[in-house]
């Protein structure tokens, strides 16, 4: 019982060339052939001998069904399974085959009896001409099968492109859209909120000498006046290049005395004071040699000087802030919240996401410095808080959409040649809380498609350099050869062309 065949009906007008074309293009290797009362294909041995070895070199069965007593014959008599109908190949077919051979024998006997009604001299002559018929028909079968094996088949190879495109998309992230739309290059836009304070300390870098202790000394103030003069402490005095001093304590300068003989003025005692002082600056500034304190502050009528070294000045290198300190501090705290902020997202937004990090949008940030350029400190301190908006995408939903939109880019003269394609890059051209427009660069395997059918029908009787200038014009075949036997046009049988498409190799 056969399970899987193809039937294959044969019309009175088909040519042998149809019959042989459909053993070869159907895929099954059993193929059932209805045949036509009228079909003339069947009335000649040379053509069921020639069926039968192309089906041979094709690696089909063919199993024919007529009811013609004649065709049964012949079909028999070549080696070939025939049945009176469709309904006995998925039965028992041994009955039927013995009805064929029956019929056969009858015929022949029939024959007999027929010849042996004529006279002995027709009989001679009938047996003769037989004899020629069957020698003729004999030799043409050898001519035919000769011609068959010894024709000359061309080969043609062709090899589909087999390479890497790559494909740029723009494609819109929009957070109203909940879904992705190929046919706009649309998709949902994620958009979340994070609020975050931060504080830590900047080390100062500046280094200045400050005075850390002032000098001390005495003052002398000489009155030349008839009357008293009261200094006030913390009257300043100076040296005439300005370093400034401030008076310890109140001070009273006695008035001139007069010194008289014989009640005549002979002579005159200026009235003298003294009074400690220290310097108005800390530093070494402040010790200075003596007598170069030298002028009073405000107008008394007295004079001052120095009538020894001030002392006891001192400095020191201290560590202070400076203006670099400041915005070196400002800009590491923004870098420090951008990254808790970045952080944060990648908390937020889990691996099956796409999260921009280059396109946080910072609505709040504060930064409170706790120091003024010149402050003497080791460090100092910055606080800061920042509100932002991070943008992410489901990597899923951008995956299926570049592939749809890659598939669609494609032409009809290629295909993907697996199921996967890569995203090389995305690149962000603006970006906002409700749309970020993203420009993706993907890259895939393709390969030509070659139809196998169209493509042989463009061969058969074809001038060589015409195959070859099609061929050429074909964006899905990276190579081909024909091999002709320096002909230069295929065969006009479909027999006579050997055509085989070769696998691309992947790159």
């Not at 014009?473 to 320096?486: F, R, T, V």
Request: aromatic letters at 6%.
């Amino acid at each position: 019982m056969l399970e899987d065949y193809v039937k294959i009906y044969i019309d009175p007008e088909e040519p042998l060339n149809s019959l042989l074309d459909k053993i070869q293009t159907v895929e099954n290797d059993t193929l059932v052939i209805i045949v036509h009362k009228k079909s003339s294909i069947f009335v000649g041995q040379v053509n069921l001998e020639l069926i039968k070895n192309y089906a041979q070199r094709a690696g089909k069965k063919l199993i024919f069904i007529t009811d013609v007593t004649k065709t049964k014959k012949l079909l028999t008599k070549v080696g070939f399974e025939v049945y009176s109908d469709l309904e006995k190949i998925e039965g028992e077919n041994e009955d039927d085959q013995k009805e064929v051979e029956s019929e056969e024998r009858r015929s022949l006997l029939d024959e007999d009896d027929d010849q042996g009604d004529q006279s002995d001299h027709q009989e001679n002559k009938g047996g003769l001409f037989k004899k020629l018929i069957g020698c003729g028909a004999g030799l043409l079968l050898l001519a035919l099968v000769w011609f068959y094996f010894s024709f000359s088949v061309a080969t043609v190879e062709v090899t589909p492109v087999f390479e890497t495109k790559d494909l740029s998309n723009q494609i819109k992230a929009v957070k109203e859209v909940e879904d992705i739309k190929s046919s706009e290059n649309k998709m949902s836009l994620l958009s979340e909120e994070l609020e975050l304070s931060q504080e830590f300390k900047i080390e100062t870098t500046g280094q200045q000498r400050i005075g850390v202790e002032r000098a001390e000394g005495v003052l002398a103030l000489i009155n030349d006046t008839r009357q008293e003069v009261v200094i006030p402490a913390e009257s300043e005095v100076a040296t005439q290049n300005g370093t400034r001093f401030r008076t310890v304590n109140r001070v009273t300068v006695p008035p001139a005395e007069v010194d008289k003989f014989m009640g005549r003025v002979v002579g005159m005692k200026a009235g003298r004071a003294e009074v400690n002082i220290e310097a108005v600056d800390k530093g070494v500034a402040g010790n200075v040699s003596k007598g170069r304190i030298v002028e009073l502050g405000d107008s008394y009528p007295v004079t001052v000087v120095n009538p020894e070294d001030t002392q006891g000045g001192a400095d020191e290198e201290v560590s202070v802030v400076t203006r670099e300190d400041l915005a070196r501090g400002v800009e590491q705290l923004k870098e420090e919240l951008r990254s808790e902020v970045e952080g944060g997202f990648e908390d937020k937004f889990s691996g099956d996401f796409l999260f921009f990090s280059d396109q946080l949008e910072i609505e709040n940030e504060d930064v409170v410095v706790e120091a003024e350029v010149g402050d003497v400190m080791d460090e100092f301190q910055i606080v800061g808080n920042i509100t932002a908006t991070g943008l992410a995408v489901k990597r899923e939903e951008l995956k299926e959409l570049i592939f749809e939109l890659y598939q669609n880019n494609l032409t009809d003269n290629f295909k993907l040649a697996d199921s996967q394609v890569i995203i090389k890059d995305i690149d962000i051209e603006e970006a906002t809380p409700a749309e970020a427009i993203l420009t993706v660069e993907s890259s895939g395997q393709v390969k030509g498609k070659v139809d196998e059918d169209k493509l042989f029908s463009n061969l058969i009787a074809k001038e060589i350099v015409e195959i070859k200038n099609i061929f050429d014009k074909m964006e899905e075949i990276a190579d081909y050869k024909i091999k002709a036997d320096d002909r230069s046009r295929l065969p006009q049988f479909s027999f006579g062309i050997d055509l085989v498409i070769n696998e691309p190799q992947g790159q």
